[in-house]
């Protein structure tokens, strides 16, 4: 599965995480375990701002941190602003599938940790970018009883999540973009 991520300069948390522990997990150990420690410690160092200063750099600065955005394009944030939809049981799905990580982020998170680099960002064989990426066992957030509906401008990334179709908005999130 991780060959397909090769010419990816992002990934989401959830893609990111199940690759890399299940690679990491090959070393010794319970795949899943391995999986669930990444997510938990990915998540920390992302809410803890850790991330942010070591991406790409953009607009003036470097961000490691984004966000899929309603057309379908990362829009850069401050992982500090994820603290509350991370902690939350209801909403931490919607982080793991919509949050993105850069690659160079990934090796400065993995340097910093003293783990090993996930291969298909290290290796220096390359694939075809029209290879398509799959992730078996994903769940999608539309399939999910809380619907997610976002919206992005220039400043700012709103996130609104509801339960259920046509649900009433119960949770209202602005997100400054960097």
Same mark, same amino acid.
């Given at each position: 599965?991780?060959?397909? @991520?090769?010419?990816?300069?992002?990934?989401?948390?959830?893609?990111?995480?199940? %690759?890399?522990?299940?690679?990491? /997990?090959?070393?010794?150990?319970?795949?899943?375990q391995?999986?669930?420690?990444?997510?938990?410690?990915?998540?920390?160092?992302?809410?803890? &701002?850790?991330?942010?200063?070591?991406? =790409?750099?953009?607009?003036?600065?470097?961000?490691?941190?984004?966000?899929?955005? /309603?057309n379908?394009?990362?829009?850069?944030?401050? &992982?500090?602003? @994820?603290?509350?939809?991370?902690t939350?049981?209801?909403?931490?799905?919607?982080?793991?599938?919509?949050?993105?990580?850069?690659?160079e982020?990934?090796?400065?998170? %993995?340097?910093?940790?003293?783990? =090993? =680099?996930?291969?298909?960002?290290?290796?220096?064989?390359?694939?075809?970018?029209?290879? &398509?990426v799959?992730?078996?066992?994903?769940?999608?957030? /539309? /399939?999910? =009883?809380?619907?997610?509906?976002?919206?992005?401008? %220039?400043?700012?990334?709103?996130v609104?999540?509801?339960?259920? %179709?046509?649900?009433?908005a119960?949770?209202?999130?602005?997100?400054?973009?960097?």
């Open positions: 599965m991780s060959i397909l @991520f090769r010419t990816q300069k992002c990934l989401t948390i959830f893609q990111l995480t199940r %690759a890399w522990g299940l690679e990491l /997990a090959k070393g010794g150990g319970e795949p899943e391995h999986v669930h420690d990444l997510t938990h410690i990915l998540l920390q160092d992302i809410v803890n &701002g850790h991330l942010d200063d070591s991406g =790409p750099f953009w607009n003036g600065r470097r961000s490691g941190v984004g966000v899929i955005t /309603a379908y394009k990362v829009g850069f944030i401050e &992982g500090r602003y @994820f603290l509350g939809l991370a939350s049981d209801l909403t931490k799905n919607w982080v793991l599938h919509y949050v993105v990580v850069m690659k982020s990934v090796l400065d998170f %993995a340097s910093r940790h003293e783990i =090993p =680099p996930p291969s298909w960002w290290t290796d220096g064989i390359s694939v075809s970018t029209d290879a &398509g799959t992730t078996k066992g994903a769940h999608s957030i /539309a /399939a999910s =009883p809380i619907l997610a509906w976002m919206r992005m401008n %220039a400043d700012q990334v709103v609104r999540l509801r339960s259920g %179709a046509g649900g009433r119960w949770r209202c999130r602005t997100l400054p973009t960097v």
